[in-house]
Each structure stands twice: as C-alpha cells, then as structure tokens.
C-alpha cells in the first residue's frame, strides 16, 4: 500500500518541494488513521500541509486502496525529530 500512495501522490508533491517522509496505517485512539508525513530541508508551514492535503485526499479517493473507512491525517516531520 505505502509504495501504491507513494507513486502516485509523490510526484504531485515535488511541485511544492514536498517529499513523504513515512506512510503509516493502523488504530490510533481506536480510529483507523492514515499517517503521512512530509519533509523537505526548509521548515513547512500551516498553509503547504493544508494545500498538500487537499492533493493527496482525492487522489487516495480514487485509488480507493483502504475498504474501511478511515482518518487522513497529513503532517510534517518536526526538524531534528527522528520518527
């Protein structure tokens, strides 16, 4: 699945210099939770995750890869956090 997403949202992402930094799914406070997490080198503000997601959300409607329903959770990776 992360190698699926990865293909086909990575290369929408290196128009805002984003790249997904790990894709993690599972239970997290009980919900099923899709995890992206960005980088890039420069810090990543509010706004770039807010427009990052709006890309990736329909393109994961259409890939259509997770059958239960499910929370997108986008964000960026904290500079020096090791995850």
């Known amino acids: 699945m992360k190698e699926k997403i990865i293909e086909a949202i990575g ?7 984003l790249k997904i930094y790990d894709i993690t799914y599972g239970k997290v406070d009980g919900e099923n939770t ?6 890039r080198e420069e810090v990543i503000n509010i706004n770039e995750v807010v427009m990052a ?14 059958k239960d329903s499910y929370t997108l959770d986008v964000y960026a990776k904290e500079k020096g956090e090791e995850v």
């Open 11 to 17: 290369d929408k992402l290196d128009n805002m210099g």
């Open 53 to 66: 997601t709006r890309i990736i959300n329909p393109i994961l409607d259409k890939l259509d890869l997770i």
């Open 34 to 39: 899709l995890t992206i997490i960005l980088d």
